[in-house]
């Protein structure tokens, strides 16, 4: 039942602030724990958390066949945010990772050759909404 008011909100409704563990969190880190499952199923094991490219924040680093893939997770957009802009920030933001170094800690050092934005609802459907994402 918690799961299903927008994330952020509190059972009235209203954002939630301070104190305690925040809502957001830990739903962007259930999805982490559930796609590096998936990634793992796939035989990625070169990867990195919560690492910052660049600058920029990125959920999920790995590398495959020798290349980085920077993964963002898209919850959506908050309440009153405009679904548009929401979209094409991400997407804004994904374009800006490419061809910056990463790695080191987890993901092998070498540029980020794509970034990818993962639709939460993709990541609660499993590996055959996940797949075309990663093939």
Do not use: M
Not at 27 to 48: F, K, M, N, S, V
Not at 63 to 85: C, K
């Amino acid at each position: 039942a918690a799961r299903s008011a927008p994330l952020g909100a509190g059972g009235d409704g209203a954002t939630a602030e301070g104190g305690g563990p925040r809502p957001v969190a830990e739903a962007r880190e259930d999805l982490a724990d559930r796609l590096q499952q998936y990634l793992a199923g796939r035989g990625i094991t070169d990867l990195e958390r919560a690492v910052l490219v660049g600058g920029h924040p990125v959920d999920l680093l790995f590398t495959d066949a020798g290349e980085n893939t920077a993964v963002l997770i898209d919850p959506g957009p908050g309440p009153g945010t405009d679904p548009a802009r929401h979209l094409r920030l991400l997407h804004a933001r994904g374009d800006l990772l490419t061809g910056l170094p990463s790695g080191g800690h987890g993901a092998k050092p070498c540029p980020v050759s794509r970034a990818v934005r993962v639709p939460a609802w993709r990541i609660l459907s499993g590996e055959t909404a996940l797949a075309p994402l990663f093939d």
